[in-house]
Every structure is written in structure tokens, then in C-alpha cells.
Nanobody, 113 residues
């Protein structure tokens, strides 16, 4: 059974940075496209960053140029480096593979002064 555990969230001031981690069990990350999603308060979960098995990356316009997705194959972990954070980035962040309906607990990111 595939399971994901997200970590690294917290409270940060506007303009600050955080690095989120997504540890997977039950699968090998580098053989799959991995996606970071976020769910803003009262909104649906949306895709913000992806990385394919070949290392190609993609980003939502709202985070392009500020967030970077990467993968450490030895640790079977995917990361999301978030820079220049804004209050509107406040959300719960999740990782997953496409079409999987099982979700980890997510990690809360709060951007506030």
C-alpha cells in the first residue's frame, strides 16, 4: 500500500522560505510522476508542482519562479522548496501520484507577520 507523509510546514513571515518533504513507502518515487498539491482554506485541493520520472518539472502560475520541486532518489523523498512566500500561500500541502485517492496527512504552511 502506497503511503505518503508530508513534513516541513510551519509559520513563516512573508518573504520567508520553507522546504517541505514528502516521504513515500510502498513505492519507488523515481519511477513515478510526483505532484505537490495544496488546499487553501475553504477551497479544493489544487496541483502546484510536479516532477516526472525523467526529471521534468512543471508549476502552477501562482508559484512559478518561487517554488522548486526536486527528488532525492536515495531517500525516496520529494521536496518542495518554497521561497518568497506570500500570505496567499497559506494552505495545507500534500504530495501524491496521479489518480491516487489515498492522501497523507498533509503539512500546514502559514504565512503571516
Amino acid at each position: 500500500q502506497v503511503q505518503f507523509v508530508e513534513s516541513g510546514g510551519g509559520l513563516v513571515q512573508p518573504g520567508g522560505s520553507l522546504r517541505l518533504s514528502c516521504a513515500a513507502s510502498g513505492m519507488i518515487l523515481n519511477r513515478n510522476t510526483m505532484i505537490w498539491y495544496r488546499q487553501l482554506p475553504g477551497k479544493q485541493r489544487t496541483l502546484i508542482a510536479s516532477i516526472t520520472s525523467g526529471g521534468d518539472t512543471g508549476y502552477a502560475d501562482s508559484v512559478k519562479g518561487r517554488f522548486t520541486i526536486s527528488r532525492d532518489n536515495a531517500k525516496n523523498t520529494v521536496y518542495l522548496q518554497m521561497n518568497s512566500l506570500k500570505p496567499e500561500d497559506t494552505a495545507v500541502y500534500y504530495c501524491n501520484v496521479p489518480l491516487n485517492t489515498s492522501w497523507g496527512p498533509g503539512t500546514q504552511v502559514t504565512v503571516s507577520s
